[in-house]
């Protein structure tokens, strides 16, 4: 059986725009493949997330499609910028909606990790706030789950304006790809017991 | 010289329903204007606040009719639900869009203050990330700049549906007002020097 | 095999007293054992870890010793208290000590989970820190990887004056025990490839 | 009147070690004597200041001295490296300690502004917790109240292995002091009204 991984860029910046947060996104569905998991992606803010923590707000909210393919996947990707130190808002949107599935147990038995982007600092914080968040509504977290790049203190350069990837990020990129398979595959095959 | 106070109201509901963020944000403007501060109150999620880092991100953008009164203010009031133990996503776009903020330098010499209501914990955590961010762009926090209310661990209960604000909030409201309203007015008089 | 866990009691107050993270931390054993897992505690604050970033920082540091038994055993419990909104001192001296891990990769395949108590506010935020920081030296989170509990905000009451763990508590408590030894199982049964 | 500033140092290193946290330290104490105040210094790791929540643990607890020099100073430096992405554990020890000074009233109309530094990401989450827990127990915030420096992600240069300061960090330090130095003076002639 196929494994899936499903990549939620958090960028704040719509298609065709080139976006750091998409390319590190792409780079781990990249190294998931090489383990055999299947993947794609959506930028969400191409999508009408409406604000509201309910599985579908009505009125034209995206997140339904969105969260069906989140359902159907065995990996979640959460990939954000940073700004201001913090997750960009688009995430904590994808963050809410997904507070629903804590009573649906939608989630439980899935893989999440994460990829944080930006100019400068703010990315152990983030991976901290994502990795709780998404544990809390039932995703486990791989060793080593997240890969991050951010310039120097008060640092201008982007992600995807580098020549190439950083070796420590390149080097990361690959342990999370092979972690998050490996946890992927032990519990798609033993799902956890019931409590 | 009159003091102004704005409070961005960051809800994750449209109005008209009924927001705990909305009352504990009008319970702090209630305290300013004992101490003579003149208050307005923007329900966030009502205007169509475009995601991104700009001034203006154009195309129907509300930000530029809300920054304005934020320039306008001497005091910003920041109200915000919890949600997954975070500030809402709409807090997060304000505090992106506010990021514009730093290169224009508008905001030094205003004071911030937060005040965060949830079902339960997240408070500490909210303050703080608020804090900072406010901070970064340039507005100065009083002592004791945050009033919050969350019930217990696990909790279903709305700060809205109490029968009355506990003491100890109530108490924390008044300290939050005057302590706000005595540091804008010295901040007025005397704006802090160029660097 | 019997899978065994080690859990660090992070609190700030030494053997004897009276301790609402002791309390919660061997709730968590005694779900572990449950499911065949073998259980010790270590109260961290009645012995001296030294401040530092290597694996033994001599002249009578007991850090190496504490050490052993976390590289020993397959569960790690991270159990603190709050203050301040924060993890204890304690709680971020034993990470720091685990700094030195990601170096000596001694750490991978093991499981970790928090436990946190605190009179209020302040558990999402530590158990977000603690989840990040234990990932990062390479231990995996299990879904629903913590238990906590924190009264109403500005409250007083501890968790071991509570006449008994509230229910939500108690039944965190069982699927934190279950989901940590399914995955420890998983994990060593099949550990991470090398990437 | 001269204002007097107070520079808690929260290296893990104890002295005669080089620290890049006193180094910084030094240069926030250093632009804030440019603006006629009077600073000293503490590397708080030199003193055994015991775990706890009181204001004095007994038992040749060395936080009495030190929280004397806080009490006495208007404006308190809190200066602490980055290790995982938090702040040190010794400066979570001074926070904890400071928590008894809530009920004492003891910092009002004082001032506090952080210095981190780091190989790499963290400071952003470190100033948000830093301030949080700062204003909590009493301490104004000045405008851009914290200076910062770390390395790219996953770097591993020091502050102190810097050829010179950068540039925006110098200037930064510039702005921390000014602000700091004339918030204090503002609330030293005029101090907070009783709530």
Redesign the interface.
Known sequence: MTLTALALVCT??PSPQESSTELIASQVLESLAKHGVTGSSVRV?DHDVK???DKDMGDGDAWPGIRQQVVDADILVLATPT????????A??V??RL?AEITEGT???KVAVAAVVGNE?????I???V???L??V?????????V????????KVDYKDLPKS?D??A??I??VG??AA??AG??SA?G??K?
């Open positions: 704040l910046k803010v604000p509201g923590v700004w201001m130190g913090h997750a960009a808002s688009v904590h949107r963050l809410e507070d989630l439980a038995g600092d703010g990315a152990h914080a991976s901290a706030e990795f709780q968040a544990n809390d039932g995703f486990s977290i791989p060793a080593n789950g997240v991050y790049w951010n310039g120097e203190a008060m640092g950083p420590s990020v080097e990361t690959e342990t092979i972690n490996h946890l032990l519990l033993s956890y017991p409590a």
